[in-house]
């Protein structure tokens, strides 16, 4: 076992000591050191369950033989964090995860790690561990919460984001219901959309992503992921024997299928870095063109994650896709893909075909996510098609700038903002920012105003999993190294053609050049602490935003 390094032999006396100080019996030594990396925190409703989790999780790993050691990563919320400068340090966070559960486990030579994250930056950053590390390695995300139900209609927090300023008795209500709980914010925005993610790439057990936080599933689901590590410990069946190029390709399949966040197009890239493949930004486009939307979840759709999964989940729409699909890859059952979906039924077969669409009639040709280029974003944006009306896939108009999210919230809730317009928040990308902040905020005040279906947006930062409209982000090269859309000025064309992947600034090059020839990078926002580091190191956005 590569944990007999700090535990056998004469020579490891003071260390068998140690172990000792904590309960660990001579016969507990013997067995398998099992790493339980848990997000669990007070701040994230996704996360105040992670403990009765990590209980499961560890009584699992007993039963099978093994001696569980459980340690904590940070975590953010992102819906606290959103709309101020707090969320500068949510991307950030991703790596500090990663490098943390790296740390524990390289320090104790650990045999294998169960991770238990939730929510948008911490499941990526676990992910990326597991695929640096090369262990044996199951996730088990937390799952979703329950939506919430006032106004006789169900709910979550994106309609908080939305409706809060039109003010109003109803207002207090949402506040009070529509978060009913623990779990991961009810719809298909980025912490459920990673959690599917991190299921379709094999590393969670059938059914993970969808069981809901308070679903006593959910912690069968841990004590059975707890004691099947033992196995691919006993096995050697590393994290990086599961996940390969071709099971990306599946994930974002599924990811197409589903109609995730645009987020996926910036963390699948950064986990697929850490396990020596790369995950080109152009895939997306590519197999989005050839993978028809089958689930139409919120924010785009009527329907919630606990639809999702009375219809089955994952192995639900995996199957409904196998034609699409490598069923040779291994998952962390010790079984193919082909071997887990063969054993699938569905146990509610009309919510099943109620719920997901078939190939033949889906719910929209094409997946989810578009990758748009053109002379405003020439390495390229990300946009969720499927969250479009149909009236704003093709728009040109004149733009608006803001310099921050701080300037675009008070242009917006002052009336600047007109239907036509093209909004372009800029200096919030990777470095800009520093830390690539979402903007939910400027989106749901645009949607509040009932300008979702005649205005876009689009920015070098990202959007949260639950923006929905004409919204586009990650524009690369960003404002802050002198990208294109450093140059825009207010009243400038922009063309959006989201049918041709078009995104272009309508200015003539010359015009161009001379702004470029006057135009100076901005002093940084940050000069101290973990974002002036982080803005030294990180890349491109269409690079995942890894830290190199």
């Known amino acids: 076992m590569r944990s007999d390094i700090t535990k056998s032999g004469p020579e490891r006396a003071p260390h068998r000591a140690l172990l000792k100080a904590m309960g660990i019996t001579d016969d507990e030594i013997k067995r398998p050191f099992i790493g339980v990396a848990n997000s669990a925190n007070e701040f994230i409703p996704g996360h105040i369950h992670l403990d009765r989790i990590a209980e499961a999780v560890k009584a699992g790993i007993r039963i099978a033989g093994g001696v569980p050691f459980e340690f904590q990563t940070i975590g953010v919320c992102d819906g606290i964090a959103m709309g101020h400068g707090g969320m500068r340090y949510s991307l950030p966070s991703r790596e500090l995860i990663e490098d943390s559960i790296e740390i524990m486990a390289q320090a104790h030579q650990l045999d294998g790690l169960v991770l238990i994250p939730t929510c948008d930056k911490i499941v990526p950053g676990h992910l990326m561990a597991a695929g640096r590390l090369d262990l044996p390695t199951i996730v088990v995300t937390g799952g979703p919460m329950l939506p919430g139900f006032a106004c006789d209609r169900e709910l979550d927090l994106i309609n ?74 006993k096995k050697g069946l590393t994290a990086r024997k599961i996940v390969t190029r071709e099971s990306f390709e599946n994930a974002v399949r599924v990811d197409m299928a589903i109609g995730g966040s645009t987020n996926t197009a910036l963390h699948l890239p950064a986990i697929a870095a850490e396990f020596d493949i790369d995950l080109e930004l152009d895939l997306f486009d ?29 192995p639900a729409v995996m199957h409904r896709l196998s034609s699409r699909l490598d069923l ?7 079984k193919t893909l082909g071997a887990v979906l063969a054993e699938f039924k569905p146990v509610n077969p009309k919510t099943n075909a109620e719920v997901i669409a078939t190939l033949e009639k889906p719910v929209h040709p094409e997946g989810g996510i578009a990758i748009l280029r053109g002379s405003l ?31 675009s919230m008070k242009g917006i809730l002052s009336g600047e903002v007109r239907a036509g317009d093209v909004v372009i928040i800029r200096y919030e990308g990777p470095k800009g920012g520093p830390g690539m902040r979402e903007t939910l905020a400027p989106t749901s005040a645009i949607a509040g105003a009932g300008l979702s279906e005649s205005v ?56 161009l050049e001379r702004r470029r020839a006057s135009w100076k990078p901005p002093e940084p926002k940050v000069r101290r602490g973990v974002l002036d580091r982080y803005r030294k190191s990180v890349t491109s956005a269409s690079k995942g935003g890894v830290l190199r």
């Not at 040779?328 to 010790?334: A, F």
């Not at 974003?377 to 921050?404: F, I």
Request: some cysteine.
């Open 377 to 407: 974003a020439p390495e390229g944006s990300v946009v969720k098609q499927t969250a479009v009306s149909n009236k704003m896939l093709v728009h040109k108009g004149p733009a608006v700038v803001y310099d921050s999210e701080e300037e």
């Open 286 to 314: 590519r197999l989005s063109r050839e993978t028809p939307h089958l689930v139409n979840l919120r924010p785009g759709g009527p329907y919630h994650m606990l639809d999702l999964d009375r219809a089955g989940g994952i």
């Open 328 to 334: 040779s890859v291994l998952t962390v059952t010790g």
């Open 456 to 511: 876009a947006l689009i920015t070098d930062g990202r959007f949260s999993g639950g923006t929905r409209g004409p919204c586009i982000g990650h524009v690369s090269p960003e404002a802050a190294v002198g990208g294109p859309i450093a140059l825009v000025e207010n009243g400038d064309l922009v063309s959006i053609d989201i049918p041709n992947r078009r995104l272009d600034l309508l200015v003539d090059e010359g015009v």
């Open 160 to 233: 908080v984001f939305e409706e809060w300023q039109k003010g109003g008795e109803a207002i207090p209500i949402l506040e009070d219901l529509a978060c009913p709980g623990a779990g991961s914010c009810a719809g298909l925005f980025t912490a459920n959309s990673m959690a599917c993610m991190t299921e379709a790439l094999g590393l969670s057990l059938p059914g993970c992503a969808t069981a809901h936080a308070v679903d006593a599933r959910k912690m069968r689901i841990a004590k059975l992921s707890g004691m099947k590590i033992v196995e691919l410990v």
